[in-house]
Every structure is written in structure tokens, then in C-alpha cells.
């Protein structure tokens, strides 16, 4: 089943644009830690605002913690491994945690998480709203008590602020997190980090240079490549950066969000690197899908070949975004789908075998250029046309990108996509003919990498 994306996004033209997230990696424990020196501005008001695309579903994960001492005398933000929110704090039991479930791996949302607990209704000492609408709906709701000083605000040498982690070091999140700020000393609105678009009635974000941080207050933009954890607020409040690399500095942000690999939609494959990485065990097919449907317009993405047992069995395409994957076997032997093969180069349509093009394997770059309105498509092996092959597709169709790995001898098969965002280093750096994206091979003339800006203006 495919995500149902609820930010339809950030396709929105105009306005403030977002240029960076930070993908983090739950398999490799990247977070961000600082310590705090000194008294917050207040421990009893703040607001958190950042914007989150998921890629890791029925996970325990963490996005923010203040470690203070121990497991009891801290305070967090996560999500549940029921894919609800959760905020807790060790003082007076205070909890809430949403009947919502956040299970939307296409598109980024908005959380803003606003403290205040000198307000003399209880419900008004810490509100949560999401894209813009103050959410209401609680399985559990317990608030603190009034002027209550909460664990997840204090400061002094021995504390520490986690982003993906928690004390003890658990809990690492999956995904890609943008435009993250600490307000210390104030409850806002969601109105103070973004609006709904005129036109659209999408919510979107808004410059937030300008507010007041606090003494222990930050914003992460992510846009220093070398510094993830840089600190533009003004406060240099800078985060020690946690086995994340230059590579993890993404372009899929909440204002131009791209395309993924579905952990919705898989039959044994496993995701990684914000479900841009994809691997497969075992002696059997497995296989996987994009997260994005193509229904009309010209697509280009790339996958690498990162391992596997010799002689890699994998198939790269397009198929319908409507079919169910298999429970066990090639999506390529469906109908309707397009398949590359890298044992002896041959592709698959429809089900049905022929020769077309040289093989690959390891290291090896495959194009996929995808003329939805034509209904043909290319395949690339490192910038080398492989031929056009003529797919018969229905025009009344809706296309994903797939692809399935064979673990040969039992072994592994992995592949990396590359939608416009890598998550491998790039040596040349191309750009679709919108100057988006950054693929190591020329984008073909008159197609574009898959993102929402694109899809807005050309799906």
C-alpha cells in the first residue's frame, strides 16, 4: 500500500524556500549533541518548531532530549513505535502523547511544540500543532502542574541537548529533519514559523531569522555541509556532530520535497539512508517502489550498484503504481512494467524477456529516463544510452519507479537511488534543465528529476 501523502507539497512556488534538511541514519546512530553552560531563560517556557519526513515506520524515535542526570530526570520528544507523538517529562509524570499516527513517508510535516506552564489552564501548558492546526486528539494527556520547572528546559554544566538520540543512546531517527528550532523563554504560535499559502491553502514555512531564541535557544539549517550542527540563530549554541558526513546534507526539504524508496510498499527489502539505500538477503526476489506516481511528464533518476555476491542479479524500472507488490518474487514479471537486468543486460516487458543492452554490476551508475507521455523509456549504464524501449503501457496508468534484488548464494544485493538527492558522493554534479538535483551523469534533455516542484509544474 502506498504512503497517503498529507503535506501535498511543498509544491508551493514563491515565498521562503528552504535549501537544506539533514538525513539521519538510524543503522549508523547519527544524532547531534550539545552540552549546555549555563541557565535556561526560562524552565517553564519554550516552543520547538521543525519540519520531519519519516523514513523508518514502527520504530521508537527520538528528536529531541534534554539529558539532565538519568532516566528520571530528563525530558524528550519522539515518535512511538506506533508512529504516534510522544513529549515526556519526568516532572509530575507530564506526558502527551497523540491518538494521531504519524505514518506519511512521502512528505514532511510541521511540528511545533509550545510550553508554558505558568498558564492557569492546564491544557494551555503545552500545545502541539501540526501543519499549522493545533492538535486536540490525545491518548494520554498529562499536563504538569502550574509554574512547574520541567526537566526538558533546564540547563547547567552537566546537561546535554540530543537531536536522534536520548541518555543511554537509544532511539535514533530515521529520516530528514529541516529547519529546526529552540525557542528558550517563549510559547508561541505556529503563526511565528509558518502560513498557509494564499492560493493553495498548502502550510508552509516562513523566515524565522528574526525571532527571539534565548539564552539556550538555536536554529539548524543545515546549510553548512561541513558543520550540520551549526547554530545560525546568533547564539553559537552549535551541536557536536554524530557520525553524519557532508553526504547527509540533502536538497529534499520542505519546501521542494523528492521522491524516496516506499517502506509501505516493499516485499523484503530493506531501506536505509532515508530509503534512498536498498538491500536484499536471501535466495529469493525482493523487491520495492518509489514513493512518488508518474502519470504524465518526462522522469530521470540514477541507481548505483553498491555490493552484493558476484554476479549481482538486479532489475531496475518502472512499473504500475497501482499493482500490489508481490508477496515473493519479480515485480517485473507483471504487467504492466519495465525492467533492466544486470546479469546479461537483457529487459523484461511485461513479463516477457529479450536482449537490449550490456550488463552491470558493482559501482556501476544505471539512468532511468522515463517519458510518461510518450510511454517509452531509456536506461542508462554510466551515461551510455542503452537504447529506447517502447513499453505498450496504458496511458490511463500511473507509473513508480521499482527495483528487485536477487541475494545470490543466500548472500546480499544493494542498491542506492538517486532521485536529485544522493546519498553518495557525486564526482561531477548535473542538474535537471530546472537546476535542480545533482546526479553524476547529464540529465537528457527535457526530463527532470522527481520532486514536487517539478511534479507541480510538469506532472
Known sequence: MTAQTILPANSVTGGFEVANSCRFNIGSSDHLTRSLGGSPTSTRKATWSYWVKKAKLVAAQMIYSNEVADDNNR???????????????????????????????????????????????????????????????????????QNDDLKILTGG????????????GAGYFGGYLSEFVFIDGLQLAPTS????????????????????????????????????????SGNSNNFTVNNLTAIDQSTDTCTNNFATLNPLDVNGIVLSEGNLNAGSAGATWRSTRGTFGMSSGKWYWEMKIIGGNTPIDAQIGVGSFELAIASNGEWSSANPSVAYSSGDGSKKVNGTSSSYGASFTTNDIIGVAFDVDNLNVTFYKNGASQGAITTGFSASDTFACEVAFYGRGGGTTNG???????????????????????FEYAVPSGYFSLNTKNLAEYG
Open 157 to 168: 554544566q552537566t546537561n546535554k541537548q540530543h537531536i536522534s538520540k536520548v541518555h543511554g
Open 193 to 232: 514559523f509558518g502560513e498557509f499559502d494564499e492560493d493553495s491553502g498548502i502550510w508552509k514555512p516562513i523566515d524565522v531569522s528574526g525571532l527571539t531564541f534565548g539564552t539556550n535557544g538555536f536554529y539548524l539549517d543545515f546549510e553548512n555541509s561541513g558543520a550540520l550542527g551549526a547554530d545560525v
Open 75 to 145: 525530558g524528550y520528544i519522539q515518535f512511538e513505535d506506533n508512529d504516534s507523538f510522544r513529549m515526556v517529562d519526568s516532572v509530575s509524570s507530564t506526558q502527551l502523547k497523540t491518538n494521531r499516527l504519524f505514518r506519511d513517508v512521502a512528505a514532511f510535516y510541521h511540528i511545533v511544540l509550545a510550553i508554558d506552564t505558568t498558564q492557569g489552564t492546564a491544557a494551555n501548558r503545552i500545545k502541539l500543532y501540526v501543519n499549522g492546526v493545533q492538535e486536540t486528539s490525545f491518548a494520554t494527556a498529562s499536563y504538569p502542574s
Open 416 to 438: 542506492s537511488f538517486n532521485f536529485g538527492s544522493p546519498p553518495y558522493a557525486i564526482s561531477s554534479g548535473n542538474t535537471d534543465g530546472d537546476g535542480y538535483g545533482n
